[in-house]
């Protein structure tokens, strides 16, 4: 009898409370996952090649030219529509872990303070985000070091996001192909569902900590911690209480 509740417990105790999603190497969960709201970081890389008739840009672009700007050096009121692969890397064939698609414009008639406004979808195919998107909407001051543009939105596990991207050009030639570095952090409410890692230690790589899962009607992972600590502390009573009839 006592190698039977020994055994019973055992399996009780090593039963996972969740399955945990595979590691990324471009996002990361920031908060403990208890919370009320999910902090995520995410960083990749974004390339664009705007259409031209240099051949180098013309090749294969990833941003067309819809309407053609104004007289003037500046090219004030130039707007190209877009389709921008997003990568884990600064080099394009490093992995494709979404797409940025939408437009940006010429914003500004200033040749020394130039900006674009910019309105793009952020949509995401790797790991627990695939299938969610950022809404990143706002003047971006290309001439600036590091530019700042709001977060307005989302969807999936970014449903009703806020929070800010900060952008770095790593590259950019005489045909205007461009590699930017993104550094986004978002704030979701938890009960979105799955927002990937939730553990702060881990590495850049997510850590494979717990995660809640994508449906509305499965229990989260701190539920089902806490069904099995019921569980562990119920066979442990009767555990002792059969022990205590012998």
């Known amino acids: ?35 009320p709201e999910a902090i ?74 130039m900006a674009l406004l910019m309105v793009l979808s952020y949509g995401f195919t790797d790991g627990p985000y695939k299938g969610s998107s950022l809404s990143i909407v706002g003047r971006n001051p290309v001439m600036s070091p590091t530019r700042e543009l709001p977060v307005l939105g989302g969807t999936g596990v970014f449903r009703m996001a806020r929070g800010y991207a900060l952008m770095k050009t790593v590259s950019v030639n005489a045909a205007g192909d461009a590699v930017v570095h993104y550094n986004v952090t978002v704030y979701t409410p938890a009960s979105n569902g799955n927002n990937g890692p939730t553990s702060p230690s881990s590495t850049a790589a997510g850590g494979g900590g717990s995660t809640r899962t994508s449906s509305s009607s499965s229990s989260s992972p701190a539920t089902m911690a806490g069904r099995q600590g019921w569980l562990v502390s119920f066979v442990v009573a009767c555990a002792a209480f059969i022990c205590l009839l012998l």
């Open 1 to 35: 009898m006592a190698i039977l509740l020994l055994v019973t417990i055992s399996i009780a105790v090593s039963t996972p409370s969740a399955q945990a999603q595979p590691p990324t190497n471009w996002a990361k969960r920031l908060d403990s996952g208890h919370g």
């Open 40 to 113: 995520t970081n995410l960083q990749f890389y974004f390339h664009d090649i705007p259409s031209g008739s240099n051949p180098v840009s013309g090749r294969n672009p990833t941003a067309v030219q819809i309407i053609k700007p104004a007289s003037g050096s500046s090219g004030f009121g130039q707007v190209n529509v877009a389709d921008e692969p997003l990568t884990v890397g600064p080099d394009a064939s490093s992995k494709v872990v979404g797409r940025a698609q939408g437009m940006y414009g010429v914003a500004s008639q200033s040749m020394t303070d």
